[in-house]
């Protein structure tokens, strides 16, 4: 991210401090007025009770896509430009310049046009954001079409950490499409998957005048075309012509859409560019850092050659439940070695530990037999690591002097094990007198 925060006016962590988003990240994702207005007993109050789980959404979402059209035809566009920023940061605006740059003919897809249901456009009015699961199963089924086979531009998602969390549970389908078919035929259809998240940003008071300029706009043409009968009625959002409202709805972007979005950004391509200025500036930055960005990308053969090695968050992802099974597997099938090892970190471990509480770090050295069992060491590294330590094991082999032989006087030599873990854990906090 260094090269690409040079280019920009202000880095992200200087947009974080100057606009305070860090200290709004875990605040609750309505502003106060909101909230005041939710705790009022109204006849149109409207209520989210939808389920927040990404991973049921997603898997429900998927499943009824399968069903429909069948696994091997859920043929996701090979390029995807994720497409968000703060309201009036120029989304639209820059959509087609985004378009043209990487020679996509589709329309962009903006989640918002696609949302036109009269309990979607309650929740929008009310300044709240759509179900979940209402907007990622409208998106998905509408990226199936054939015309976004090349490349989709998608303006306006994800904006929830569970939207985020479906944009990643989608990547991993994709690869796993594509090593299931990549020598079959279909394999044409399933191309290495190419996600980008393009964050457009500015700052609050900027996000609010451009709000509502827009919206005295939108007025002002809409009017032109009811007195003259000539050209179409412009789209006006009721936020546009009410600062308190144009400023919620930035705070609801700086509070939940932003602080989700950042976690993408250790996965896919990550373009954060600064938005103010004149359209030719912002052009140019989006040039710059889609250039940068573009001669990062793997070759697809060489992409071929180590996609059958899971990225590391893959293997994360399950690896608390799958600690548990193993543990649970042990004391079931392997009771008495799985005690021994427990009493041995109890007797020979936890006191060192304890007496490196300080530092966080300790190197416990033994040579008891026990861990001579290869099981018996995979267990001592799963309890300490679902204790919350982390262990790591070296095994050092020492030839030492055993026994003399009593006719050829040769001195008869033995392999000793010493066993050195290391064990790491959070470290005590010391408050030091001034």
Known sequence: MGGILERCLISEAEFDTAYGLSNHLTHTNMSSDQAES????TENKVQDLEVKDAQIIFNSVWASLEDEFSEEHLRFPKEIFWLNGAPGAGKGTNTNFIMQYRDLTAPPLVVSSLLKSPEAEKMKDAG???????VIEIMLRKLLEPIYKTGAVVDGFPRTKVQVECVKLLYQKLIELR????ETFFTEHFKKPHFHIVVLFIDEKESV???LNRGLEAQAHNEEVLESGVGQLEDLRPTDLDPEAALNRYR???EKTYGALKDLREIFFYHFINAHGSIEVVRQRIDDELRYQGSLELDEATYDRISSIPVAVSISLHARQELVDRLD????RQGALFEKVVDLIKSDFLPIIERHAISGMAVVNTEDEVLHDPDALAMLIDIFSERGYHAI???HREEIPDSIDPKTFKIKTRIKRIFRV????KGSDIRRGR
Not at 38 to 41: D, L, Q, V
Not at 179 to 182: F, G, I, R, T, W
């Open 179 to 182: 090593l299931k078919y990549k």
């Open 393 to 395: 094991v070296d095994l």
């Open 422 to 425: 290391r064990v790491q854990f």
């Open 329 to 332: 597997a042990y004391v079931e």
């Open 38 to 41: 939710e705790s009022k007993p």
């Open 128 to 134: 709240m954001l759509v179900g979940d699961r209402e």
């Open 209 to 211: 005048k451009r709000q």
């Open 252 to 254: 609801t972007f700086k």
